[in-house]
């Protein structure tokens, strides 16, 4: 059923997974400081989602009888505008597609349906992630950065949502 190769693209995986999830919360700080609070929630449902990505990647790593090494494929980077911070990202998901399309194909090869299925159903969640991206670039391209920011701002004290 499994072989190394699968279990090195599962680790692989895990590690991409473990940065862009710190990668988001670093975004999010990042974003809570420059007041555009809405998108930082936006960034902190993202964290959530990739984190669970490497719990589902740990999880078959044990499954298959190896052992998960937490740590980042790359360090986190702050961005310093928007559009940075979504090219960066979107690069990053373009990259995760590519390396978990691979991964699925070889798990495939060998008779690893789990790993197969587990790759797939991830490359899709990376996909609906590259297409928000895109989208993001897209409207501040349009619209410019200062007016798309807009969107993302709230104004509302927390007491007054409290009540």
Same mark, same amino acid.
């Given at each position: 059923?499994?072989?190394?190769?699968?279990?090195?693209?599962?680790?692989?995986?895990?590690?991409?997974?473990?940065?862009?999830?710190?990668?988001?919360?670093?975004?999010? @700080? +990042?974003?809570?400081?420059?007041?555009?609070?809405?998108?930082?929630?936006?960034?902190?449902? %993202?964290? @959530?989602?990739? $984190? =669970?990505?490497?719990?589902?990647?740990?999880?078959? $790593?044990?499954?298959?009888? =190896?052992?998960?090494?937490?740590?980042?494929?790359?360090?986190?980077?702050?961005?310093?505008?928007?559009?940075?911070?979504?090219?960066?990202?979107? %690069?990053?998901?373009?990259?995760? $597609?590519?390396?978990?399309?691979?991964?699925?194909?070889?798990?495939?090869? +060998?008779?690893?349906? =789990?790993?197969?299925?587990?790759? %797939?159903? $991830? +490359?899709?969640?990376?996909?609906?992630?590259?297409?928000?991206?895109?989208?993001?670039?897209?409207?501040?391209?349009?619209?410019?950065?200062?007016?798309?920011?807009?969107?993302?701002?709230?104004?509302?004290?927390?007491?007054?949502?409290?009540?």
């Amino acid at each position: 059923m499994p072989n190394d190769q699968t279990l090195k693209n599962l680790q692989t995986a895990l590690e991409m997974e473990m940065t862009a999830g710190h990668q988001y919360q670093l975004h999010a @700080q +990042v974003l809570d400081d420059w007041g555009l609070n809405l998108l930082a929630d936006k960034m902190r449902e %993202e964290m @959530q989602e990739e $984190i =669970g990505h490497s719990d589902l990647f740990m999880e078959r $790593i044990l499954f298959l009888g =190896g052992t998960p090494e937490i740590r980042f494929q790359k360090q986190p980077k702050k961005a310093d505008s928007l559009e940075e911070m979504f090219r960066m990202d979107a %690069e990053d998901e373009q990259e995760a $597609i590519e390396v978990y399309a691979r991964g699925a194909m070889q798990a495939a090869e +060998v008779g690893d349906i =789990g790993s197969r299925t587990l790759f %797939e159903k $991830i +490359v899709l969640d990376e996909e609906g992630h590259k297409a928000w991206l895109d989208l993001q670039l897209s409207l501040i391209k349009r619209l410019g950065e200062k007016a798309y920011s807009a969107k993302w701002v709230s104004f509302a004290e927390e007491s007054d949502t409290e009540a």
